[in-house]
């Protein structure tokens, strides 16, 4: 009986997690620089965004729709599964920045610096520009 209670919770933890993970569509971090800041977006697939900062503080918004389907479709472009999971310089950038971006349980994470692909460019600089202030 308690195996049974055990798999039980077991399941319902899975289940929350997956649909969790299937209504994100990204998560986006910014971390480092020399006063060592940290930023997190996350945007879901309807297009609600929560943004958690140390400079944006707590914030709940919708991302316009327009701005929405551009996401999505640069992120679809992107092909995750063929990037690489880092992206460095070939000398470090002492106090640079990482960005790190999650998407379909792929997490890949550029530093200062470093030469990315341009469709993955894209998808940053799309991400900075719908993260708050």
Do not use: C, W
Request: no cysteine; glycine share 8%; aromatic share 6%.
């Amino acid at each position: 009986m308690r195996k049974l209670a055990v798999l039980v919770a077991l399941l319902a933890t899975f289940a929350t997690t997956a649909s969790a993970d299937a209504k994100r569509l990204v998560r986006y971090d910014v971390g480092g620089g020399l006063a060592g800041t940290s930023d997190r977006l996350v945007i879901d697939t309807d297009g609600a965004a929560h943004q958690v900062g140390d400079r944006s503080g707590n914030q709940h918004f919708n991302v316009p729709a327009k701005q929405l389907r551009a996401l999505k479709r640069e992120l679809r472009a992107a092909r995750f599964r063929s990037l690489k999971r880092r992206y460095q310089p070939a000398l470090p950038v002492f106090d640079g920045i990482t960005q790190t971006v999650r998407h379909n349980g792929r997490s890949v994470s550029i530093y200062d610096g470093a030469d990315i692909p341009a469709r993955l460019s894209r998808v940053i600089r799309r991400l900075g520009r719908i993260m708050r202030p």
